[in-house]
């Protein structure tokens, strides 16, 4: 019924101050009791009793196959045969229509009404029989964007008239009024450290007389959530918003209200958590408070107007851009991992090698470095796609609730993908594991690990030498350039690698050491002599970025390449082996992390 529409019978809508708004005459009380009447004795016309049963039949499963209950006395599964007690339930199996124990009738199969698989019917219990019966295929997928529109419509609509009905709590109350008690009332109490230890204290007992606003409600005369409506009883809790002062439940208010002291400037601040303005490293005199939804985007524009009338930045960060360019990065790693990680399964399961067999297949391919370089390319997108997670979801701050979720349920999602991919990774390896003779697995490692510390050699020679270009180029700072020169002086990677081949040829690989190194200083150069595939991509930058804001970006990027090659030569590699390149390079990573200021890693965009 829309909202324009009359009620058919019941009780005059009523105005804000609870009277109705018609008379008893105009709506008609004879008619609406020989109604309900009508509908007290069953008599009434509206629906038919019969019209309601046979449409319950016709959507509900087809129970016409099914075995009665009281003739039998075991489960139907003849592996089981257990034999039912009082305690046993006897269960049918949705399909076949037999009876079953509670064990034996742990699967689900998609069904029509008449009981028959069909991919796009509803799931149901079945026995394992029916389950294995015929093959599984997914139903049609289905766009449910109009649907969530609709919803989304129409719950705006219902704010909207909710917010009509009754005035919000920044039109009622001074909410800047408020925060200034709150904010007077904590820097009187964190003046002394005895007294801010007794409040924190005595928080879960009883609330200071600071906190409680002059709107103050009684929690005993307060029966649902102002915001909800929530009726409260033994499970629903109720809490007092610390700005408004009226009661609400858990669920419509949070601890996010953040006052705190600046340690630098001596004065009392506040912030919303996880929004723009929070500090990220937590204060040691604050205090978390409850304030409710409402307050909540009320405060949310009081810290958009302060933060507007403060000196901003000169470089302020896009964050729907920046997220949208997150997004379409890991998209794009998606699409790589699902062709990587079904082509590291068929090298798997194609693999047939025991004692006896050959290393090298026909025409002189060889399956052992086929099946280490799946395995390689796969890992290499799982490791990248976790750091681009860390490095650029994570760093991003949203400036308001609605990015906050945003942010929120994009993190989430690619998150929740990240780990099924691990998972499946580890099962294919764990696969391998027991499907592949010991000395087979030994030599896949040392490939891999041979693979993984001559990348790092080339990604590590190739950015000093790059560093070097651009320094001497623009008359930079050395500083950066000293810093990287530290793993090429040391010659670390050098050693490692060296190691590396000698350890595959001990078991078997044709590997020689001076043509190794070779080709990896001549895959370097190359590298280096290409814009496509150089790591430091500066002829894309503004030229007229001053030197300053060139080295900070020149800090990034090394720090952003130092950082995947830890992550890649930790996960790729045994703990045994490569001590000192994991140890070097990790220096190296505290040292540019220590250079740049955290500040920066939101302001850049890169």
Not at 351 to 364: A, E, N, Q, T
Request: proline share 4%; glycine share 4%; hydrophobic share 35%.
């Amino acid at each position: 019924m829309s909202a324009t529409q009359a009620p058919r019978f019941g009780r005059a809508p009523s105005n804000q101050q609870g009277h109705f708004t018609q008379s008893p005459t105009d709506i008609g009380w004879d008619a609406v009791r020989k109604e309900l009447k009508e509908i007290d004795h069953g008599q009434t016309a509206l629906v038919d009793s019969s019209d309601i049963e046979r449409t319950h039949r016709a959507r509900t499963l087809t129970r016409a196959h099914w075995k009665p209950q009281d003739q039998v006395a075991y489960c139907s599964n003849p592996v089981c045969k257990k034999k039912f007690g009082a305690l046993d339930r006897k269960l049918h199996c949705r399909s076949c229509g037999q009876v079953f124990c509670d064990t034996c009738t742990q699967f689900k199969r998609k069904l029509d009404l008449k009981a028959q698989p069909d991919p796009d019917g509803t799931p149901y219990r079945v026995c394992e029989k029916c389950y294995d019966k015929g093959p599984q295929v997914f139903g049609r997928a289905r766009d449910w964007k109009a649907s969530f529109v609709t919803a989304r419509e129409a719950g705006r609509r219902r704010r909207h008239q909710n917010s009509l009905k009754e005035p919000t709590v920044g039109s009622r109350l001074g909410v800047q009024d408020e925060l200034d008690r709150l904010r007077r009332g904590f820097g009187n109490s964190a003046g002394s450290w005895l007294l801010s230890t007794v409040t924190e204290l005595r928080g879960p007992l009883s609330v200071p007389d600071w906190q409680r606003s002059p709107h103050w409600e009684n929690t005993k005369l307060v029966t649902v959530c102002h915001v909800c409506r929530t009726k409260f009883g033994v499970l629903t809790s109720k809490h007092h918003c610390k700005v408004c002062g009226r009661i609400i439940c858990k669920a419509c208010g949070a601890d996010d209200l953040l006052i705190f002291i600046n340690e630098a400037t001596k004065d009392v601040c506040w912030a919303l958590y996880g929004l723009e303005g929070c500090p990220e490293k937590e204060p040691s005199a604050r205090l978390y408070l409850r304030c409710c939804s409402q307050c909540k985007e009320a405060l949310q524009q009081i810290k958009a107007k302060e933060l507007d009338r403060t000196d901003a930045p000169a470089v302020e960060s896009d964050f729907m851009g920046d997220l949208c360019k997150a997004h379409d990065d890991l998209c794009r790693l998606q699409e790589k991992l699902e062709k990587q990680m079904p082509v590291f399964q068929e090298h798997i399961e194609s693999l047939s090698i025991d004692k006896c067999s050959p290393r090298s297949g026909p025409h002189g391919t060889s399956p052992i470095k086929s099946l280490a370089k799946a395995q390689m390319d796969a890992s290499d997108c799982i490791t990248r796609y976790g750091l681009l997670l860390n490095q650029q979801l994570r760093r991003l701050r949203p400036t308001h609730k609605l990015h906050a979720t945003l942010l929120s349920r994009v993190a989430q999602s690619k998150m929740l993908y990240y780990r099924d991919q691990l998972f499946l990774f580890r099962a294919l390896k764990g696969s391998l594991s027991s499907t592949t003779p010991p000395e087979v697995l030994e030599l896949v490692q040392h490939t891999v690990e041979l693979q993984t510390i001559t990348n790092v050699f080339i990604v590590m020679r190739q950015l000093s030498f790059e560093i070097l270009h651009i320094t001497e180029a623009r008359s930079l700072d050395r500083e950066l350039l000293e810093t990287l020169m530290t793993v090429q002086r040391d010659e670390v990677c050098n050693l490692d690698m060296q190691a590396a081949v000698e350890r595959c040829v001990k078991i078997g690989q044709s590997e020689d050491w001076a043509e190794h190194f070779k080709f990896s200083k001549e895959l370097t150069s190359m590298r280096i002599k290409e814009k496509d595939t150089r790591i430091v991509k500066i002829h894309t930058w503004p030229r007229s970025l001053p030197k300053s804001q060139l080295e900070m970006r020149l800090h990034h990027r090394c720090y952003e390449i130092v950082e995947k090659v830890s992550c890649e030569l930790e996960a790729k590699s045994s703990s045994r082996n490569f001590k000192s390149s994991k140890e070097c390079i990790g220096l190296l990573k505290a040292q540019l992390e220590t250079a740049l200021p955290r500040d920066h890693f939101n302001s850049l965009s890169l």
